[in-house]
């Protein structure tokens, strides 16, 4: 099996935008399984159905195509809220599983999420846990809603990533925890490059990745 770089953490720490890089630096392909989570809350939508109901949030994750990842409308406070919905149902998970790890298993790859150092690639070679204060994190997807165009509020949108990360914390399936070998990163005072040099720094001095 190919180099596996896992990445975890609460809503909107820089987990994408650190992941992203780290592919490029290591030539490997990378995954957003938040693709999945949302393309699946949003089939549930689509359909007029409940992001909640087990039954109806498994068979989206079972019926979804390649292009769902691709659509436009995966982001906002609705796709968040029904993303976190359908990923607390053990069922939808397990839909999922096979499709990352698979995805993973050939070439390696980089992939970011709450549960890829624990439940998906418990043998990664390196798992990262990124975090940050809900205040920076909130700040940090007020700013994305901005550059969209989307105005919002600051106060309630660092209330909305608080609900979601409890949320996805209280779980019983795959709950957010930083896996007991995961080495973490902290990036309330990080930019996007100096996060990225600073995982970079870690991963060379405790995991021996150049
Ligand atoms: O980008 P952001 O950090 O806000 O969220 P995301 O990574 O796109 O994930 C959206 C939601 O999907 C999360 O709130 C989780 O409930 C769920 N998720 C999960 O349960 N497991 C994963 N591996 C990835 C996402």
């Known amino acids: 099996m190919g180099l596996i770089i896992a990445i975890d953490g609460p809503a909107a720490a820089g987990k994408g935008t650190l992941a992203r890089r780290l592919a490029a630096h290591f030539g490997l392909p990378y995954l957003d399984t938040g693709l999945l989570y949302r393309a699946t809350g949003r089939r549930v939508l689509d359909a007029g159905g409940e992001p909640a109901d087990p039954p109806t949030a498994e068979a989206a994750a079972r019926a979804l195509q390649p292009d769902d990842l691709s659509r436009s409308d995966l982001r906002g406070p609705q796709a968040d809220s029904a993303a976190s919905a359908v990923a607390s149902i053990p069922g939808v998970r397990a839909a999922l599983l096979d499709f990352q790890r698979s995805f993973g298993t050939e070439r390696g790859a980089v992939l970011d999420g709450r549960d890829i150092g624990t439940i998906v690639f418990p043998a990664a070679k390196a798992k990262l846990f990124v975090t940050a204060s809900a205040e920076a994190r909130g700040q940090r997807r007020w700013l994305e809603l901005q550059a969209k165009g989307i105005d919002a509020d600051l ?12 949320q996805d914390r209280d779980r019983t399936a795959a709950p957010l925890v930083p896996a007991a070998d995961a080495l973490t990163l902290d990036t309330t005072a990080l930019d996007a490059d100096a996060a990225f040099a600073c995982a970079l720094d870690l991963l060379r001095a405790h995991r021996g990745l150049g």
């Open 155 to 166: 106060a309630e949108v660092t209330a909305q990533v608080r609900v979601r990360d409890q």
